[in-house]
Every structure is written in C-alpha cells, then in structure tokens.
C-alpha cells in the first residue's frame, strides 16, 4: 500500500514537472518559463496553471505548475479540465463560421429572421451574427456574475437574455464586448438550426479538430479547484449561457484550437478564407480592452507584432478561473496558459513577455499589464515618502492655512477610506491586475493619508 502511494505521489510529481524536448536556445526558453511560472505563482498567490508551448506549428512543450487542489495537496497535471471562460468565443466563432459557410446561417441577415423563442424588445435591424461575433452590436456587457450550481435551478437560455438584453450604443457605432450578445448568437445559431448548441459544435468544431476534451456541456469531470481574487476556492459552477464562456477544455484542447488557427493547418472544419475572416480586424479596440489589442475579428483580438506579423488572441477570466491564448498564424507560433486561480493575469503577462522576447518582438500587448506593478510600487514609495513627511512637518512645523487644512483633510480623508472600500468589494479590476500589491499599496495609500491627516488637523500651538 505505501509503495503504491509513492509511486502515485511520484506519478504526480513528474506530471507537474517541465518536459524539456531540446537543448539549446529552445531549452533556455524553457527554463526561463519554468522560471517565471515558478516566480509568480509563489509572489502572485496563484494555485496553478498549465502552460502549452507552439513553435513550428506544432506543441513544443508542455508545463504543468503549483496545485489543482492546495486544501488537498493535489498537484497540478497537464490533462486537467479547466473552464477557459472566454477562450469560448472564439470556438463559438468557429462554429458560426462553419454554419456559415455550410449555408445554415447567414452571418449578414437580421437575427429576427432566425429566432424563435425570445425578439428583442427594442428596434434591432442592426444587429447581425456578424455584429454579435464582432461586438459591434451595441449591447452591454452582460451580468458577468450570474452563475449557478451545476445542478441547481436557473433560467434557461431565452429568459436569461430577456433579463440581461441592454443596448448602450446603436448597432455598428463601434466596438463594445459583450458576453450578452455572444449569448444570444447561441441562441440565434439554436433556433436556425434547431439543434442544442453543445451538441452541434461538438460534433461541428471539436470532434473534428480534435479537441477530445472539451465541452460546452457540463460533465461532472474531475477539475482543478478554482480560486477567488482573495485565494478563497471556488465551487463549481455553470453559466446560464454557454457561447460566451461555458466551454471546459484541456490546454492541450486550446493548443490544438491554435494549431488549426496557423496558415496552412490541415483542418476540416472550415476554408482558409474562412480562418482567415476570423482573424481579419473588424472594428477598432478602445476603453481598457484597447490597452492591449488593436482590433478584433470574429471572436478574435488581434494586434500587430513589432516586427510588422500579424497576431491573433483570446484570453478569459471568470470567478475563480483565468485563461489565455496567443498565436502568430504567419509563423505557427503560439502559447496557450489556463490557469485555476483569478488572481494569474501578471503570472500570464510574465510569461508572455519571455514569449515575445524569444520572438525576438516588443511585448504583445497582454504583457503590458506588467506595467500596473511598475506604477503600483512607485504609488507605494510614494505613498510612503508622503506619510513620513506629511508627520515630520506636523510634527516640526507650524499649522498650515485653514485653506490647505481643509485640502489636505480631503486627500487624507479619500487615501485612508478607499483601502477599506476596496477590500470590501467582491471584484475590482486591480485586484486583477495587481493581486500580490493592491493590500501593499493600500497600506501605503493609508500612511500617506495618516501624514496629511496629522498635518490638516495639527493643534494650534500658538500661546
């Protein structure tokens, strides 16, 4: 029993090491991604991840790093299951196109011509499949946090939309991400085709590239834990919408996703044109989302390398989960990273970073968010610096003006009262981006407001 328990724990450790296939300044690459996976994982507070290296059009290397299950001591392994969130818009794409060109949706034509169950209540002649795949149909982004026990009650696919449909901007006025709106293709491609929408794309897209492990169905497979931006795990769980961002898949599944995506894959599911439209720029990229990219297809963002090379990618966080895929078509070269913790987008810019640096490119976008940290210890040594003078003059100085007293009552009022109304928040985007530091930075957002606050309300010392 015990050499079979070792041999278990040894299965397990050896499923989570590194797989190095070459020497060289291939094995460099990976031992600098293992490095930084290593790195942020410990820094950041992230369970784990998988990481997936495409050079050549083919994988190169997979990387299995930190815990399915820290509460368990699970290891992570490189077939775990994850939820890719909205790496599934780009499947859904996928799928669309097909019915496209296999002449069962009319990208182009009204989506009032196809649905059945559910119209809209508004004027929406605008709204196409196009639209929706694009973001271009002026919808808002959708209840984000509506999800549900697997096995719990919830709203089906038409009174979700009915609560969730808005439209903030007019149909074609310009780009607006929304997981509404990629929802309600599912059920536009639903009601064209009268078939569930797991189902067809199953057979339709990820039997046929080869995706053996992927669903939009929810299974009951055995998964990895996911993890809050708080580290808290996370039970799972399923959206009420499936096109948006309820696929489950291995990295490897993602992987292979991006192998048909490369110029000159031999897949059967769709045209080259057809690939190719998926990656043709639609609409310009704004607001946060144009930190990173400068466009974006047909359930694609897409941005142009330092080198001039064109670059396709997708990546999805939901409650608990994280993921992300990056390719370059032209050369077949990608990267694929899921992880199971909310709190990995600087382990994902790290090592997108390495990525593009073995590219021989400026960071991919992505990797900008790398840049947060850079401004978030400046805030910290700022903070610092503030505070420590802020007493000093309190302390050896006179009482400034009743004009700067009450400025400097303000600032100091609004540096130590955010740090508390932050951390009371279930989501805010710089725990994101910033999981390791935010509290460092709120504590030195504080001190800074104590050192003003001493000066603002320094007794009057006159005699």
């Not at 142009?304 to 077949?332: C, F, I, K, N």
């Not at 007493?391 to 740090?419: E, M, N």
Request: with cysteine.
């Amino acid at each position: 029993m015990r050499a079979a328990t070792f041999l278990g724990l040894m299965a397990l450790v050896l499923a989570a090491t590194p797989a190095f296939a070459d020497g060289g300044e291939g094995r460099a690459l990976l031992d600098r991604l293992t490095r930084t996976a290593d790195d942020r994982i410990a820094a950041d507070g992230v369970a784990g991840a998988v990481i997936v290296l495409i050079e050549g059009h083919a994988p190169v290397w997979t990387g299995a790093f930190g815990m399915a299950d820290p509460a368990a001591g699970r290891l992570m392994a490189s077939d775990a299951v994850f939820r890719v969130e909205s790496i599934s818009k780009p499947v859904t794409a996928w799928g669309a196109l097909r019915l496209a060109e296999t002449g069962r949706l009319d990208l182009d034509a009204p989506i009032d011509d196809c649905l059945t169950r559910w119209s809209p209540p508004e004027d929406t002649d605008g709204i196409t499949a196009r639209a929706l795949l694009s973001h271009t149909a002026g919808m808002g982004l959708g209840d984000y946090a509506a999800h549900f026990l697997p096995d719990a009650p919830r709203p089906d696919l038409p009174e979700h939309i009915a609560q969730d449909f808005t439209l903030i901007t007019a149909p074609g006025d310009g780009f607006s991400y929304s997981d509404t709106g990629y929802n309600l293709l599912e059920l536009v491609i639903e009601d064209c085709t009268g078939e569930d929408f797991a189902a067809l794309i199953a057979r339709e897209v990820l039997t046929p590239l080869g995706m053996a492990s992927a669903s939009f169905d929810w299974t009951g497979a055995s998964m990895p834990v996911g993890h809050d931006l708080r580290g808290r795990p996370v039970a799972p769980y399923v959206y009420p919408g499936r096109a948006s961002g309820g696929l489950h898949a291995t990295a490897a599944d993602i992987a292979r996703l991006a192998l048909a995506e490369m110029e000159g894959a031999e897949q059967s599911v769709l045209s080259p044109e057809g690939v190719a439209e998926l990656h043709r720029p639609q609409v310009t990229v704004g607001g946060l989302f144009g930190f990173a990219a400068e466009s974006y297809g047909l359930g694609h963002f897409t941005e142009t390398l330092s080198d001039g090379r064109a670059a396709v990618w997708h990546g999805g966080q939901g409650y608990g989960w994280m993921s992300h895929m990056h390719l370059v078509p032209e050369t077949g070269d990608g990267i694929v990273i899921l992880s199971n913790s909310q709190r990995a987008w600087p382990l994902f810019a790290a090592i997108l970073q390495e990525w593009s640096e073995d590219m021989g490119v400026a960071p991919v976008g992505m990797a900008r968010v790398l840049w947060a940290e850079t401004a978030a210890r400046a805030g910290i040594g700022l903070g610092l610096i503030v505070g420590t003078l802020g007493v000093w003059t309190a302390l050896r100085h006179g009482r400034p003006t009743q004009t700067a007293r009450v400025t400097l009552g303000g600032i100091a009022a609004a540096l130590i009262s955010w740090p508390f109304w932050a951390s009371a928040q279930d989501y805010l985007f710089l725990f994101s981006i910033l999981p390791g530091l935010w509290l460092w930075l709120g504590v030195a957002s504080g001190l800074a407001g104590l050192g003003l606050g001493m000066l603002a309300f320094k007794p009057d010392q006159r005699r």
